[in-house]
């Protein structure tokens, strides 16, 4: 009989938990050393990296990290700390490539799993040549990062469909979200290009699960915040996979001009591959900076165009084609360009391989890197607003509570969930059509002005009281609350098959603790 001991409408307060109060218990490690048995390596000295994350504002220590080698590891692992009962405190956090921003990857005193030590032993399977489900798919493991895929499928002359705008992310830390980017209005995001998963439950049980065989918990697992089970494989659709790509960038001053086009953008089934979009407040020089990578069709116009003291909105649009269409495929552009009304002179067109572009943000990290400036504090905010609320909110924040895009991109595109699979743990708005807006910000150490911790974090306050109180019906991409309440909120009429899959596959509230929606009853 299942003891259900996860705690309901606690309140979570981060100043009750300093990683450095926090002393291992010999009792706990002995024992859990003494009854595992493991391929690899459960460690209590290599563990600091898990207590950090791409956020950089959340620290805590966990008691061990547990390098897995076999899928059998992390199942005996979590059965043994199920075994335990409700009384022990550890807690499992699977972490990927740590690029959470509030450390959901992280857990207190508790045992992190190294995902991508497990990706080490784990083979990639191709299966594209139709003979098995009619669709090529590769079958790998929850712990790859997605640049890995990406270039193994390319051997093979595929690729999956979906991606996430920056790729050294890895499979079972996008599927725990959604993995969204400008594929994502035509495919829907990574979560629904994956046909079978491979899964670890609360009490360590390995189980198989598609859209028919133990579907609640592949649709549970998917966009489930890490609270239903470990992903330790994933068959994930492949595409044939393109050669080269028009990466095109154009300018707008009106806002509802921009949004126009992107609608009737995502609207077409034959318009381009990839849709996204930007905005600029104040930027000085930005175009100066594209002009060496991004091709003007009118440099002396464009020469002219200011940017500083305005918002401008940025629409970038990518076409895909192969070697055979180089000759026709500037024609297919310039049509499809015809159909939209941004400001003449702003069109910039580079062309790259795909690789290239669908690895764009590792080429502004090693820069960034370079200078010591990846390595911050990252206050991000990524907001889903409902095409109805887009000009209200647009109207409230750009140029009002935002008056420089100086601290990082704010990206702004739409999509259409109607053809999206909406049985997952996902929580979107409820129309159809919402925006995506993503303030990815990055905040200075040492810096007291506009570009600090506290002023970018209070900004982004701002913003989500103006969704608030303007009832603009708004949901958190990568949500982070701390009150069960506000998770209730945020799930709505989801919540209570959010809580119910909860006490079905982890019912002691073992898995990823770092989320804060659940707490193990201690
Ligand atoms: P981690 O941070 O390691 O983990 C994330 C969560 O998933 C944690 O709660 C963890 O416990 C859980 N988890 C990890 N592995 C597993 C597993 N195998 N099974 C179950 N749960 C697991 N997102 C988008 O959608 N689109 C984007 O374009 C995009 N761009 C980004 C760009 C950058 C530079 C960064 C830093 C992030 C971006 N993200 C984007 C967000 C990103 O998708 C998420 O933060 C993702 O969770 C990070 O993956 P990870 O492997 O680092 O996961």
Same mark, same amino acid.
């Given at each position: ?110 045992? &992190? $799993? ?13 299966? &594209? ?115 080269? &790509? ?59 165009? &200011? ?41 910039? $067109? ?105 002023? $970018? ?66």
């Amino acid at each position: 009989k299942v003891v259900i001991a996860l705690i309901l409408g606690y309140t979570f307060d981060k100043n009750k938990i300093t990683s450095t109060t926090y002393l291992p218990n010999n009792e706990t490690i002995t024992s859990l050393i003494k009854h595992l048995k493991l391929d690899g390596d459960l460690s209590f000295d290599n563990i600091h990296h898990a207590s950090k994350d791409f956020g950089n504002r959340y620290n805590f220590l966990p008691l061990a990290v547990l390098y897995p080698k076999s899928v059998s590891d992390i199942s005996n692992l979590v059965n043994y700390i199920f075994q335990m009962g409700p009384t022990s405190k550890l807690t499992v956090a699977p972490r990927g490539h740590g690029h959470s921003l509030e450390g959901q990857a992280q857990a207190h005193q508790g045992v &992190v $799993i190294n995902m991508e030590s497990l990706a080490k032993y784990q083979e990639m399977d191709f299966y &594209v040549d139709g003979n098995y489900k009619n669709t090529p798919f590769v079958d790998v493991s929850g712990g790859e990062l997605w640049i890995n895929i990406l270039r193994e499928s390319l051997k093979h002359g595929f690729a999956p469909k979906s991606w996430t705008d920056y790729l050294h992310l890895t499979v079972g830390g996008t599927l725990s979200n959604a993995g969204i980017s400008g594929q994502a209005f035509r495919h829907g995001p990574q979560i629904n290009n994956v046909h079978q998963l491979q899964v670890v439950t609360g009490t360590g049980e390995v189980v198989t699960c598609t859209k028919e065989m133990n579907s609640d918990l592949f649709h549970g697992v998917l966009g489930g915040l890490g609270q239903f089970g470990i992903i330790t494989r994933a068959h994930i659709t492949l595409e044939p996979a393109p050669e080269m &790509v028009k990466w095109i960038k154009v300018l707008y001053m009106d806002f509802a001009t921009f949004t126009k086009d992107q609608e009737l953008l995502i609207s077409s089934n034959t318009s381009f591959d990839y849709v996204e979009g930007f905005v600029l407040i104040n930027r000085t020089g930005l175009l100066n900076n594209w002009r060496s990578s991004f091709k003007s069709k009118d440099p002396v116009q464009a020469k002219r165009f &200011v940017t500083e003291g305005k918002t401008i909105y940025c629409l970038e649009i990518a076409k895909y084609y192969k070697q055979e269409d180089v000759h026709t495929i500037d024609q297919k552009i310039e049509s499809l360009l015809s159909t939209l009304n941004y400001n003449d002179f702003t069109l910039f $067109i580079s062309e790259v391989s795909y690789v290239e572009f669908l690895d764009r943000v590792h080429v502004s990290e090693l820069k960034l890197q370079e200078k010591g400036l990846w390595d911050v504090p990252h206050p991000w905010l990524n907001l889903l607003v409902p095409k109805s609320k887009i000009h209200q909110f647009a109207n409230e924040v750009f140029g009002k509570i935002l008056t420089d895009s100086s601290n990082g991109p704010i990206l702004i595109y739409p999509v259409d969930k109607s053809r999206w699979n909406t049985k997952t743990s996902m929580v979107t708005p409820k129309e159809n059509v919402f925006y995506l807006v993503a303030f990815l910000s990055s905040a200075m150490p040492s810096s007291t002005g506009t570009d600090s911790l506290e002023n $970018i974090l209070s900004q982004n306050k701002r913003i989500l009281e103006v969704c608030e109180n303007a009832n603009l019906e708004t949901k958190q991409y990568l949500p982070h609350y701390n009150t069960q309440e506000e998770w209730e909120k945020h799930f709505g009429s989801q919540w209570e098959a959010f809580v119910r899959r909860k006490f079905r596959y982890d019912p002691l509230a073992i898995l990823t603790p770092g989320q804060r929606i659940f707490q193990k009853a201690i």
